[in-house]
């Protein structure tokens, strides 16, 4: 008899959220699970990870782990702590409590934590969903999606080389669509308040303005009605701009500081 599959899965809204708990309970039809996920809400942190505090571990059941850390720490000591004997075949961040479209993913804490199980050389998914216009999340359905993705990643159907980043309408979807990622980024409205000192402080908050969404794109598809799955990867190399360089080019900028004055 062949063993299920192990998988870690983790987040940035922290081990308590709705999504994540969603999500455990739909992979545990076809999977053994560990949870690792923050002890509180991480959104927004990206990749952070913790080179100056302590990092402490807290058992919340039998498969759930709760670390003061970020979504990167939480993959991080997961694998080199909890499971270095046996390393999950794949990791599955979310469910995010909000959609990660475009350059959001540059932000989020969710697509991090997948990222770090890539670095690592696990398959990963990073899965998010938005709420209704009455202001309900409907996590099943996302959690549905991810799961059969997983199947698919596991059995080689689909490309395990990649981090997928899939964002599912909160309700029906019309379809699934594989993209690119939006030039969507993420322009936050700074709020001024006073506290009762008179002293002012700041809150940040999203802030998309209106955008035409580019065909072929996470945001387009999302808009349309359509799951999107996107493949991303560590490389940040803007190869077009550096297939426009040569080695003459680089040897005069390095003439010209030798001949610069301070």
Known sequence: MMSKPLLLLSNDDGYFAEGLQALARTMRDVADILIVAPDQNCSGVSHKISLSTPLRLRKVDRNTYALNGSPADCIHVALHVLMKDRKPDLVLSGINHGVNLGEDTAYSGTVAAAYEAQAHGIPAL?????????????????????????????????????????????????????????NRSFKSSVIERKDPRGIPYYWLGPYHPTYEAVEGTDYSAYREGFISATPLKIDMTHNRVLNSMDAKAAEQLYREFQNESD
Request: charged share 20%; net charge positive; aromatic share 8%.
């Open 126 to 182: 990073a899965v998010s969903t938005n709420q209704t216009k009455s202001g309900l999340f409907h996590f099943k359905n996302t959690a549905r999606v991810a799961r059969l993705f997983a199947r698919k990643v596991l059995n080689g159907e689909i490309a395990n080389t990649a981090m997928w980043n899939i964002n599912v309408p909160p309700l029906s979807s019309r379809g699934m669509k594989f993209t690119r990622l939006d």
